[in-house]
């Protein structure tokens, strides 16, 4: 069993900034890409940045925000800078995490609000 666990939500004012963390634990194998996506009230998820060797980030947070991970922890982060109240919205951690030679599966965590006040 594979497990998600985020922490570092919370609310800040715009122009603040947080960072986020995300655990993966559990049957682990490896883990291929990384990634943070949101989702909005009214909205559907959306990709925030994702990481593998190389990381990508949707335009709206790119000079803003910047995922990174540690692979001896099974961690990746999100550090969130410069924040503007359209940030708002629960983010999810994404990964897809090899559990056995054959198996590789995508995991989600179960979310952390941020709210960006103005």
């Known amino acids: 069993q594979v497990q998600l666990v985020e922490s570092g939500g919370g609310s800040v004012q715009a122009g603040g900034s947080l960072r986020l963390s995300c655990v993966v634990t559990g049957r682990i194998v490896s883990i291929n890409a990384m990634a943070w996506y949101r989702q909005a009230p009214g909205k559907q998820r959306e990709l925030v940045a994702v990481i593998t060797s190389t990381t990508n980030y949707a335009d709206s947070v790119k000079g803003r925000f910047t995922i990174s991970r540690d692979n001896a922890k099974n961690t990746v982060y999100l550090q969130m800078n410069d924040l503007k109240p359209e940030d708002t919205a629960v983010y999810y951690c994404?990964?897809?995490?090899?559990?056995?030679?054959?198996?590789?599966?995508?995991?989600w965590g179960q979310g952390t609000q941020v709210t960006v006040s103005s």
């Open positions: 994404n990964a897809n995490v090899r559990t056995t030679t054959w198996n590789m599966w995508d995991y």
